[in-house]
């Protein structure tokens, strides 16, 4: 059975950046796709970023141009998130849909 962990979360000020990582346990040749969510405190879960197995990547709204998602290898996804905004603290989570997901790791950005 496959798990995804995730790392790279932390506290910076606004306009700063961070590397989330998202990394899949032996147990699976390759991942197909991967999508980011994050929840912050009082919200629900939503979309971030997607990228699927050809490379093709697709954004929420409210990351477009800030926040890149990436691939180095079959098993090691990443999300580069710059000039962050307050707006941007969440527990950010990996998944492959319809399988699993991360623990999360948390971001928080500072005014």
């Known amino acids: 059975q496959v798990q995804l962990v995730e790392s790279g979360g932390g506290l910076v000020q606004a306009g700063g950046s961070l590397r989330l990582s998202c990394v899949a346990s032996?147990?699976?040749?390759?991942?197909?796709?991967l999508d980011w969510y994050r929840q912050a405190p009082g919200k629900q879960r939503e979309f971030v970023a997607t990228i699927t197995s050809s490379g093709s990547t697709n954004y929420a709204d409210s990351v477009k141009g800030r926040f890149t998602i990436s691939r180095d290898g079959a098993k090691n996804i990443y999300l580069q998130m710059n000039s962050l905004k307050p707006e941007d603290t969440a527990v950010y989570y990996c998944?492959?849909?319809?399988?699993?997901w991360g623990q999360g790791t948390q971001v928080t950005v500072s005014s």
């Open positions: 032996s147990g699976i040749f390759s991942i197909g796709g």
């Open positions: 998944t492959i849909p319809g399988l699993v």
